[in-house]
């Protein structure tokens, strides 16, 4: 596609449950972001990959949380015995070099119940 | 070290008047800027980008920007603001090395435009 793309596009979980969401980036592109957006506020850093280096996982706020991206393209992040607290709106975007400008996509939303 | 300071959490402006969204930054690198705006359930847009040419960026929408780096400043302005201009704005830093390009968002200016 042209864009970059999410999914789900909503996600309703039990908590405790485990959860995995889905990006595919820009076909090219090289950068690829997870951040969450709580209600209100503003986006809050996850894990940043860039082509075949080791990722930034400095966002990622527990081990719960993980994200892997395969062959350089899809990503995958998984949330492990989901709490109520991780409800927010996941946006993934792609890059197609480090440094240049973020394409975002739509966002999973993600209630735990 | 990269970081970048949104000096408004809400901006209120009257329809037909100027808008200033200010952002500071602070990056160990050359630093590549960014505006970005989010509408009500929308996804994020990117209004300008800063890369090391013009210091004066213009963006879509009647935008644009302002590169200082002796003031570490990249602050957003348009002179006249419209109703559809209501949004949340993000300014974002990123460093041009290759090994640091990680992007780093302010907090928002939360942007109210009046009749």
Sequence with gaps: GAGVSQSPS???????KDVELRCDPISGHTALYWYRQSLGQGLEFLIYFQGNSAPDKSGLPSDRFSAE?????VSTLTIQR???EDSAVYLCASSPESGAEAFFGQGTRLTVV | AQSVTQLDSHVSVSEGTPVLLRC??????????FWYVQH??????LLLKYTSAATLVKGINGFEAEFKKSETSFHLTKPSAHMSDA???????????KSWGKLQ????TQVVVTP
């Design chain 1, 10 to 16: 909503n996600k309703v979980t039990e908590k405790g």
């Design chain 1, 69 to 73: 991206r395969t062959g350089g393209s």
């Design chain 1, 82 to 84: 989901t709490q109520q």
């Design chain 2, 24 to 33: 500071n930054y602070s990056s160990s690198y050359s630093p590549s800027l």
């Design chain 2, 40 to 45: 009500p359930n929308k996804g994020l847009q």
């Design chain 2, 87 to 97: 949004a949340e704005y993000f300014c974002v830093v990123s460093a041009t090395s």
């Design chain 2, 105 to 108: 968002f302010g907090a928002g």
